[in-house]
């Protein structure tokens, strides 16, 4: 049986920064939310195709698809992987501001 | 310390200026992402989750006041604010733009700072004992040979594309601290029949998909023999380790597949065909390195300090640290503390810049301007007097480095895992910070005694669990985090993996889990007996029994 097709979106790394990218259908977008998303398996090839191109390639680092789901009426990455990069974040207060946070002593919690 | 010769300096200008051209082509379009990789690789550059992130090399974790201010600068200017420490005493930056790494590479080489094999199939940073020079169980300091290793390493025309990479790691202590075990090549300075100094070769250690603790390929090396015999045996390896598969292309398992005896026979091959006098260091050269490590200027102190005491009996959390994380030093009247990374709920190894600056000052003011970097991802102060640790607390602790837990059980190894880790399968901080959180109360953690968790975000085990007293191990079963656990792993004198207890676990009961445990302990533990001595008194199955028998 033909493996049954899921959305999905296209998705790369930014090449001067390194940040997580998504393809609108105009052009790249820092925000998750702005992804063009592709709900039919032709409609995945053409982005595929895209990903694909020298010029794609080029302007940013490792153009691939990635898998999404809908979720009262949203889109949201599938993979937890995924919904971190999503997030532009790791999933914790870190950095200075985590360090004020705890404030002065390394005991609070 | 070692300082940069012209040479050193000469090639690390060379190489950050090649780096600066290198990324200019690729920015430009002109390099494609399969062309600049490897190319980035060679200089650190790796791209995470969200961003760029870039290793600095630490060699064996040593580095001094102005180097530790430059990691300050870094992280502040180009950075968000912080950088992390990680097992291999290195330190990683998680969000620097590409654009300004080659700056960032001038500003290091400006330090005698690089990122030079930090990544790649070569000879990695060298680690070795974070109480280098001055631990009082220390046969000789090990950093001289190290540094020795560090020179003759970089950019070894012959072994710059070995099969895999390649990690050794030295000590030269009684107490192993560099868990020499789990490394390509572990050295152990030892005494030889005749009292003279030389090198127990390990061989074949190593974590990652395939753990396995090193076995012994020279009981006794002489010390003038050490480069040839290195360079006998990565040769060995070179010629014959496999390149077919990334996973089997460590030297541990062409050891393993060749037998132990057969791999000695072929490196001592080796190296009797070569001259060990004409591949040997010059001498006047090893003397050089030797002196950069010739013990400072202590002054000379009773070793009894009434004031230290004084203090130790009027603030009880002062003792508490003192306690922990103070240890014995070879002068009388002087101390090393380690500075624990690990506060209550943090990244384990995280530091701000605004901290780094201040564990600098420290250095400056009371440790002879010398830091050290613990593959334990906390920080030591070599060269402290007894009778200014509380000052010395009193600094640490208004930026919350004060955790007084080191080797207790929130001193919690952790690697990046999948908040930031390109290759993760599961979150391995938010774990620690689970865990640190639940037995956040000093007297608990003082109460369960030495206890080394240590946590991976996946098998590349960079976390080191397969040799945590408790390991915990995250994998992806089906899209959700599953964390196998694993017990009774140790990287010291009688190294040991883990083994697994079962099923693993969901990501919210791993902290249940470990209390679980630690109960268990507890309740099984003989007086003074550590968890490490009750699993290997009593074995898994009381532990497996707590664990499972409830599901
Ligand atoms: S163990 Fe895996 S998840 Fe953790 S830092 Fe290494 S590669 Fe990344």
Redesign the pocket.
């Known amino acids: 049986m033909a493996k049954r097709f899921n959305p999905v979106v296209l998705t790369a790394n930014a090449l001067e920064s390194g940040a997580p990218l998504w393809w609108t259908g105009a052009g790249w977008s820092e925000s998750f939310a702005d992804a063009r998303v592709a709900t039919t398996p032709e409609q995945a090839a053409t982005l595929q195709a895209l990903a694909d191109t020298p010029l794609m390639q080029a302007a940013t680092v490792g153009p691939c698809l990635v898998e999404v789901v809908e979720e009262d009426g949203a889109w949201r990455p599938a993979s937890r992987r995924e919904a971190i990069r999503a997030s532009r974040s790791p999933t914790f207060a870190y950095g200075p501001e985590a360090a004020s946070r705890r404030g002065p002593g390394a005991r609070a919690a | 310390m070692y300082r940069y010769d012209e040479f050193d300096a000469a090639f690390v200008a060379q190489r950050a200026a090649q780096f600066r051209e290198q990324v200019r082509r690729r920015l430009s379009g002109a390099l494609t992402e399969d062309e600049f990789r490897p190319l980035r690789l060679m200089n650190g550059v790796y791209l995470q989750l969200h961003a760029y992130m870039l290793r600095v090399a630490i060699p064996y974790g040593t580095l001094d006041a102005e180097q530790m201010r430059m990691l300050a600068h870094v992280a502040e200017k180009y950075d968000r604010g912080y950088g992390h420490f990680t097992t291999r005493q290195n330190i990683q930056f998680n969000w620097p733009q590409l654009k300004d790494i080659p700056d960032i590479l001038d500003d290091l080489a400006g330090v005698r700072m690089h990122a030079i094999q930090t990544s790649g199939n070569c000879i990695r940073n060298v680690t070795s004992d974070p109480l280098a020079g001055v631990a009082a169980d220390e046969i000789e300091d090990p950093r001289p040979t190290a540094e020795l290793i560090r020179q003759w390493s970089s950019l070894h025309p012959e072994f710059t594309f070995l099969g895999r990479k390649f990690k050794i790691a030295v000590t030269g202590a009684e107490n192993d601290r560099a868990a020499v075990a789990v490394h390509d090549v572990g050295l152990r300075i030892v005494r030889g029949p005749d009292g003279e100094i030389g090198y127990r070769v390990l061989v074949g250690g190593g974590l990652g998909r395939t753990p396995m603790i090193a076995k012994t390929l020279r009981e006794f090396l002489p010390r003038a023999h050490l480069l040839p015999y290195l360079e006998a045996t990565l040769r060995v390896y070179n010629l014959l380790g496999r390149r077919d598969n990334k996973y089997k292309a460590r030297i541990k398992i062409l050891v393993h597949e060749m037998g132990i005896d057969a791999f000695r026979a072929a490196v001592e091959d080796e190296f009797a065909r070569l001259d060990p006098e004409a591949s040997a260091p010059d001498p006047a050269e090893v003397a050089r390195i030797a002196a950069y490590f010739a013990p400072p200027a202590y002054p000379e102190l009773p070793d009894a300090c009434p004031a230290l005491e004084r203090a130790r009996r009027a603030h009880p959390e002062f003792d508490a640290w003192v306690r922990r994380n103070v240890h014995p030093h070879k002068v009388p009247g002087h101390a090393a503390a380690t500075i624990s990374l690990k506060p209550i709920g943090g990244a384990p190894g995280d530091a701000t810049a605004e901290q780094m600056r201040l564990m600098a000052d420290v250095a400056e003011r009371h440790s002879m301007g010398e830091l050290r970097i613990t593959h334990e991802q906390n920080v030591v102060l070599p060269h402290l007097r007894k009778d200014e640790l509380f000052q010395v607390w009193r600094m640490l602790a208004s930026q919350g480095l004060d955790a007084p837990n080191r080797g207790l059980v929130t001193d919690i190894i952790a690697?990046?895992?999948?908040d930031y880790?390109a290759?993760?399968?599961a979150r391995?901080i938010p774990v620690a910070q689970a865990i640190s959180r639940r037995f956040a109360d000093p007297a608990l953690q003082e109460r369960i005694g030495p206890l080394a968790i240590k946590i991976?975000?996946?098998?590349?085990?960079?976390?080191h669990h397969h040799v945590g007293h408790i390991g915990i191990l995250g994998l992806d079963k089906a899209g959700v985090e599953s964390y196998q656990i694993t017990l009774g792993g140790d990287p010291t004198d009688d190294a040991a993996l883990g083994e697994r207890t079962g099923p693993g676990f969901a990501f919210d009961q791993v902290p249940d889990v470990v209390e679980t445990l630690v109960r268990r302990y507890l309740e099984l533990r003989q007086p003074g007996e550590t968890f490490l001595q009750t699993y290997r008194r009593l074995g898994m199955t009381p532990f497996k029994e707590a664990l499972y028998a409830a599901a």
Do not use: E
Request: proline share 6%; with cysteine.
């Open positions: 690697c990046p895992g999948l880790c290759l993760a399968t391995s991976s975000g996946c098998i590349n085990a960079c976390g």
